[in-house]
């Protein structure tokens, strides 16, 4: 008797072992194709001795936060809360399910007045929505982080927020431009597909704000060879002026030149696999999609390389110059 009952509880342990093989292995897979596997793009926030990691979906999503934050002028903790609330609900990835009718970033319904199903899994709307909600909570920047999120989400899991705000912090302090050249990506090889300069500016200009960005015709700065050539650098060449002046009533409140100049750059560098960007560089520095796992470096070629080029180092401060696939 108690040999049967030996060969069958060896028998069960074995089908445990094996069942904790399976769940082990269907987490791996789970992890690879969230990931992207070894090897894959990410990009990666560094800074005070610590670092976050995302894939590209999730860094397009978070800049695109940052950005219509910015567009309204609000202050950086403003966008940490954001972060931190789509953190939690969608892990910053724009999805088209949830708990009910709950969709995209925030995970806002539809049924609750947030607006359509379209609407809401558009990312620059639906953080639109976020921010309109959090500037009506009285003294929203001096409140817990998970009290400030609760109160515009209603979330039944209200302290869930608070694991993600030291991420969230983090990645904000790069987004907003607070802290220079600490946001990078690296990118998959090319697909042999050109960028498009127009298709850049077009989206910055949504999301940053039509002042923010130059009007349609101004591609390159003077000095550069112009828009004409076509599949020349200057083509495919957006200069994006960063104004010395503080920000006026209305204008995005971000701190100065050097803060702006920063977020407009990581910005481009978030979007780098999405809209094919070759070469990003402001302030003395360059990160370009070849070399994308170096990071930023010190830009010894000075603007795109071209004779003319306009980027010389009195003016590398004042623009951004975000160069699109050949």
Known sequence: MSRIFVTRRG???RIVAACAVLLALIGYGIAQLVTGGPGAPRCTVAADGASYSLAPEQAVNAATIS????ERGLPERAVTIALATAMQESGLRNIHHGDRDSLGLFQQRPTQGWG?????TDPVYAAGK????????????RLPLT????KVQRSGFPQAYAKHEP????????????????FSCTTSPSDGKKGDAAAVRAKLR???????????????????????????????????????????PGEPAVGGR?????????????????LRIERVSFGGRVWTAADSRDGWRKDGKGGEGAAGSGNSPENAAAEVRILTAQ
């Open 11 to 13: 028998r069960l342990l």
């Open 67 to 70: 950005a219509v934050g910015s």
């Open 116 to 120: 359509s199903a379209q609407q809401i």
């Open 130 to 141: 976020f921010y309109d909600h959090l500037v009506e909570v009285p003294g929203y920047s």
């Open 147 to 150: 009290v400030a999120a609760q």
């Open 167 to 182: 991420d969230a912090s983090l990645l904000s302090s790069a987004l907003t431009g607070r802290v220079e050249a600490a």
């Open 206 to 248: 949504r999301e940053f704000g039509a002042a923010a960005v130059p009007a349609p015709g101004t591609l390159a700065s003077p000095g550069s060879g112009g828009t004409g050539a076509a599949g020349g650098a200057a083509a495919r060449t957006l200069v994006v002026p960063v104004p010395e002046k503080a920000p006026g």
């Open 258 to 274: 050097e803060r702006r100049g920063w977020q407009l750059a990581s910005w481009a560098v978030a979007h780098a696999t999405e």
